[in-house]
């Protein structure tokens, strides 16, 4: 027996970690989420050039295309292999047949300088015709001025801005940050600091393993009046896992709760790239209901179509060589981790 669903979105990936897996053990052991921001990712987010960027958005989105997902809304930085990395990432989604949303997450840590670029890579960008937002790592690491350049930029061309708020206790004060700059078309992940009462509008991006992964704290997205959308947080993309455990975590926080609350979650993300509404995904399990899916492991795509045409069949992609794309991705890896 089969189902057809749409085409599902993963409302928050950073696909430049695909290559992340294995990497040498940090300098030191991190005991906090600064630490392991400074000891992990911005010591490998550093260390990327295009070539590895290419490589590592490929598996992503193969990975993704694999699950079921052909939206991936993408938080990109690379401050060593700034400009071009969008159309590196869209044009390795492409090849796959996975739809992506970008973001190049702009950021003061290297700098007035580097702020600049990112900026700047954002409008390079969206002035050619790409289809993205403007991205903020973070307010804590990010000046006022870095803010509000990145929210006017974001106002200029009428799209939304996808940041990071509030993930650990180093950007309690975001709410105070970003006070007046928001709007209903930003994306704000994760949240898990958040006060309930914050007054920010946008989306707010559930990641549930990544926050677990982190110990960052339980988000409890249900007490949010914003709309919620759900992520990975880099760690795959295979948005029937989230959801899994979007439920019962929330169920862990409310045993009233059902797996509808985070089946909603899991819809919000055509919120956001409605086009893949028109993607039909068959699967290997029928119904493909809430109530089902939450207590059933397994489920697989067997047929995707994307614009119409079939990008997986019988579970094999049909425009990319998947073995290729990991045999390459492995050999970018080494170079990265050698790096590192």
């Known amino acids: 027996m089969t189902a057809t ?4 979105v993963c409302a928050h990936h950073h696909l430049y970690s695909s290559l992340a897996r294995g990497m040498p053990a940090p300098p030191e052991t991190p005991t906090t989420f600064r630490g392991i921001l400074e000891q992990v ?28 997902t052909t939206g991936i809304v993408d938080h ?23 739809r992506v949303l970008p973001a190049y997450g702009v950021t003061d840590r290297h700098g007035a300088d580097g702020a600049r ?4 890579e954002s409008r390079r960008f969206l002035s050619a015709g790409g289809r993205g937002l403007v991205g903020i790592h973070a307010a804590f690491t990010c000046s006022d001025e870095t803010l509000h350049a990145a929210a006017d930029l974001a106002g200029e061309f ?23 700059l928001t709007r209903p078309d930003w994306l704000l992940a994760h949240c898990v600091h958040l006060p309930n009462d914050h007054g920010l509008a946008g989306t707010i991006l559930h990641n549930p393993r990544s ?54 979650w899991l ?21 493909m209901d809430p109530w089902h899916i939450a207590f059933t492991s397994g489920i697989r795509p067997l047929q995707i179509e994307v614009d119409g045409e079939a990008v997986l069949r019988d579970g094999v992609p049909t425009r990319a060589d998947a073995a290729e794309i990991r045999a390459k991705a492995r050999e970018q890896a080494a170079r990265l981790h050698a790096r590192l």
Do not use: Q
Not at 51 to 63: H, Q, R, T, V, Y
Not at 117 to 120: D, K, N, S
Not at 275 to 280: I, M, N, Q, S, V
């Open 5 to 8: 669903t749409p085409g599902l």
């Open 41 to 68: 990712w911005w010591r490998l987010d550093a260390a990327l050039d295009l070539e590895m960027i290419e490589w590592s958005a490929k598996l992503g989105a193969l990975e993704a295309l694999e699950s079921g």
């Open 76 to 98: 990109h930085e690379s401050p060593n292999a700034i400009e071009g990395s969008l159309e590196v990432i869209v044009a390795a989604c492409a090849e796959v047949g996975v």
């Open 117 to 120: 670029r990112g900026l700047e």
């Open 158 to 180: 009428h799209v939304g801005v996808h940041v990071h708020v509030a993930e650990g206790p180093e950007d309690a004060d975001a709410p105070d940050r970003l006070d007046g």
């Open 211 to 264: 926050n677990l992964n982190n110990a960052v704290g339980y988000a409890d997205p249900a007490r949010f009046a914003n709309p919620v959308a759900l992520g990975t947080d880099g760690i795959g993309g295979n948005v029937l896992e989230s959801f899994r455990l979007a439920y019962v975590m929330h169920r862990a926080a409310d045993v009233t709760a059902t797996p509808d609350t985070a089946w909603s």
């Open 267 to 287: 819809e919000e993300g055509w919120t956001l790239m409605p086009e893949c509404l028109a993607d039909r995904v068959t699967w290997s399990y029928e119904p």
